[in-house]
């Protein structure tokens, strides 16, 4: 992110500085001054995530070294409420909404990058992704979050970072006291920090260079991540810690610099990074040999309110979008954008690169989303160009959204998965691995085996002395991770045109009957925390269970498995069971052509005019749904 070497050039003319308490201020009654404080959001989130995969990789191998969604909401908002006990206001919370068309090269490069990670990734562990047994990582304190993190292990550099990361933060601020203060904003999230820095005369925190570059007015500043600490305020004393921090401030270094302001020096940077700061600096006091290229360099700078903004949807509902949704919703709603193709970037997951892409098992979810929201603003004949791996690249998938006008197949599959009587993140995890099996079903592919479901539903892994996940675990588990993000997409979807404003400023429901009962099937949609747990919470979860999990398989295989592919020996223990598949039965090759299987019909189950009743132990799924 930035400008490279811009930061490190600059570095000497930042002051070291004490954040928030300024101590008594005569001309304010004796009342401590309070800093105020704006937020890069992906910026954070971002430096949240490598804080705690360094900690984590010092004790834990592998994948599950990557902190799941909760944890790294919790570290999010604990991150948040130490600046405040140190007397740090913050006032904005920025996240991207919305990235410019000329951004879309660069994001194809960030996305065949972050592929090529992945497979150095895999490169590195051909033997599968080693389990830690017996071993967990302490929460990090959050006091720690300022600390100089551990040196991560070579092992660990290319694995790229969780797919749904800033969702899951949105979740976790959403319901905190911080959700007044977060704005998903129709840009780069980088612009209204350097704006309501300008406005407010306050401090953007960030990891991102450009924000030296924006025109923040000489009272702003900027504060790398990288730079704050917890420290005491006098060294040669012993007292309670303050934070600590290089402060940037733009106009004051640029007048010690001779320079009118820091845009000319970033642009000759930018134009050659080999360049000596000396030779920089005098480049940048003469004039640009080539203004074009300088003007169209500093289209990027303008703050929003000198620029055209795309059509923000006016919706309480669309205040929580996810990023990449609130994005599509802009594009589609814009009239400037309707001229040309509207772009999806579907978050990249960490999977099977030699399989095809785990998001073509969700296809069908997601093209019902741009139906629903492409029926509101799309002309007839418009078309969505979604981006996502294909075989060794990146590319565009054009889709054209149909006439919503009949139930989705698997409409039928979602209401018969209510009928369990089961926490909704199990539940809908169930759903997940009963789609998946069923669309594998009918476009003839070999579906996933037995053993590999087990796996999968359990977090257990696979081998004796060494336990392991293995590729096709982890392609399931990202086949999973699609299905369930997409009927997350759907349920914000829904969300976002359940309501209209009409000319009289009411709201007004827009949304057909059918839809509605899809609303209210997806009510309880849980958060991404426990929608996506980490392979250690479900091993959790599934111990907390009462539950058999081969009746769990009977009902995820319904209609396809005979009699004779069943494992009928009960376990109620879900660890124990997929431990004893994998010291008992025969090397799984992963994605098995069944044994002589039947195709039948999943029956719907009117789950609202069911007495439901609570998980009996040694009653199977099956058995429950079927009483």
Request: proline share 7%; with cysteine; net charge negative.
């Amino acid at each position: 992110m930035g400008i490279s070497r811009l930061a490190s050039h600059l570095q000497a003319y930042s002051t070291t500085s004490i954040l928030g308490y300024r101590g008594i201020d005569s001309s304010n009654d004796g009342i401590d001054t309070l800093e105020i404080f704006i937020i890069d959001g992906p910026g954070l989130a971002y430096h949240i995530y490598h804080r705690l995969l360094a900690h984590r990789s010092t004790v834990l191998k592998g994948l599950d070294a990557i902190s799941s969604y909760t944890e790294i909401g919790q570290a999010f908002i604990a991150y948040l409420d130490l600046l405040e006990t140190h007397q740090c206001h913050i006032s904005h919370i920025f996240f991207d909404g919305f990235l410019p068309n000329h951004k879309r090269p660069i994001r194809q490069a960030r996305l065949q990058s972050s592929l090529k990670d992945l497979v150095k990734t895999h490169d590195f562990y051909p033997n599968g992704f080693p389990i830690s047994r017996n071993a967990s990582a302490s929460a990090l304190p959050p006091t720690q979050l300022f600390a100089s993190p551990p040196l991560l292990p070579a092992s660990f550099r290319n694995i790229p970072a969780p797919p749904f990361l800033v969702p899951a933060i949105l979740d976790a601020l959403a319901k905190s006291k911080y959700g007044p203060l977060t704005t998903i904003v129709p840009r780069e999230a980088d612009s209204y920090c350097a704006l309501a820095a300008r406005c407010l005369g306050g401090t953007i925190l960030t990891n991102d260079s450009d924000l030296l570059v924006y025109d923040i007015g000489p009272q702003a500043s900027v504060i790398f991540f990288n730079s704050l600490s917890l420290s005491p305020a006098d060294e040669s004393v012993e007292t309670t810690p303050v934070l600590k921090a290089n402060v940037f401030n733009p106009a004051a270094i640029a007048k010690r610099l001779s320079l009118q302001n820091l845009q000319r020096l970033a642009y000759e940077v930018k134009s050659d990074p080999t360049l000596s700061f000396p030779e920089a600096l005098r480049r940048a006091k003469a004039s640009p040999t080539n203004p074009s290229l300088f003007d169209f360099f500093m289209q990027e700078y303008v703050l929003p309110s000198a620029l055209h903004i795309p059509h923000q949807p006016d919706s309480q509902q669309s205040r929580f979008l996810d990023p990449r949704l609130s994005e599509l919703v802009i594009q589609l709603s814009s009239p400037h954008q309707k001229s040309e193709e509207i772009h999806m970037y579907l978050p990249f997951l960490i999977e099977d690169p030699s399989r095809s892409s785990a998001w073509d098992v969700s296809s069908s979810i997601r093209h019902y989303v741009y139906t629903l929201l492409a029926s509101h603003h799309l002309p007839l004949g418009g078309t969505i160009a979604e981006i996502s791996r294909r075989g060794g690249s990146i590319v565009p998938t054009t889709i054209m959204p149909y006439p919503a006008d009949e139930p989705e197949p698997w409409f039928a599959l979602l209401e018969e998965t209510r009928g369990l009587d089961l926490d909704p993140g199990l539940r809908y995890r169930i759903f997940a691995l009963a789609y998946i099996y069923t669309w594998h079903i009918d476009n003839n592919k070999s579906p996933p085996s037995r053993p590999l479901i087990l796996r999968e539903m359990t977090g257990a892994g696979e081998g004796q002395s060494v336990m392991r996940r293995r590729r096709e675990d982890l392609h399931l588990e990202a086949q999973v991770q699609s299905v369930l993000y997409a009927l997350r997409m759907l349920k914000q979807a829904l969300g976002y045109l359940k309501y209209d404003v009409g000319d009289d400023g009411r709201r007004t429901v827009s949304i057909g009957g059918d839809v509605v009962g899809l609303d209210d099937m997806l009510e309880d949609l849980p958060e991404l925390g426990e929608l996506l747990p980490s392979r250690e919470e479900v091993q959790q979860l599934w111990a907390d269970v009462g539950i058999d999990v081969t009746g769990t398989l009977g009902f995820i295989m319904q209609g396809y498995a005979s009699e004779e592919d069943g494992d009928h020996d009960l376990c109620a223990d879900a660890g124990q069971k997929a431990q004893a598949m994998d010291e008992n039965t025969e090397p799984d090759t992963g994605w098995q052509t069944p044994k002589k299987r039947k195709r039948g019909k999943r029956t719907t189950t009117d789950s609202r005019n069911q007495q439901q009743q609570p998980p009996k132990a040694g009653k199977n799924l099956y058995e429950l749904l079927a009483t």
